[in-house]
């Protein structure tokens, strides 16, 4: 079993930034496919941004392209998310997931074995 826990949420005004962090329970996780994603009030969980074991693939969705950086340091099990010009429809509780192997479709939530249990970001306009 592996346990993921997300911290660096908070509250940002408009065009502000901030950096999300998961960390990894397990030594395994290097090798994992990691990935966030968020989920605002009333609406269905969303892929954000994914990233291999390597860092040779990585996606993002159209919507934080260019605002939004994944990286991951494999050395201490740790996954970030670097947040810019944050807007308001970017306000989410925003969760890292894990999956032992890349997903053929890397933003199908439903291919992640492992989840934490979410950071909230609150951007005000």
């Not at 991951?72 to 670097?82: A, C, F, K, P, W």
Request: proline letters at 3%; hydrophobic letters at 30%.
């Amino acid at each position: 079993q592996v346990q993921l826990v997300e911290s660096g949420g908070g509250y940002v005004q408009d065009g502000g930034s901030l950096r999300l962090a998961c960390t990894a329970d397990a030594r395994t996780i290097t090798t994992y496919f990691m990935g966030w994603f968020r989920q605002a009030p009333g609406l269905e969980r969303e892929f954000v941004a994914g990233i291999s074991w390597s860092n040779t693939n990585i996606h993002y969705a159209d919507s934080v392209k260019g605002r939004f950086t994944i990286t991951r340091v494999n050395n201490n099990n740790t996954l970030y998310l670097e947040m810019h010009n944050l807007k308001p429809e970017d306000t989410a509780v925003y969760y890292c997931a894990a999956n032992r192997f890349e997903p053929i479709q890397p933003r199908n939530s439903r291919r992640y074995d492992y989840w934490g249990q979410g950071t909230r970001v609150t951007v005000s306009s």
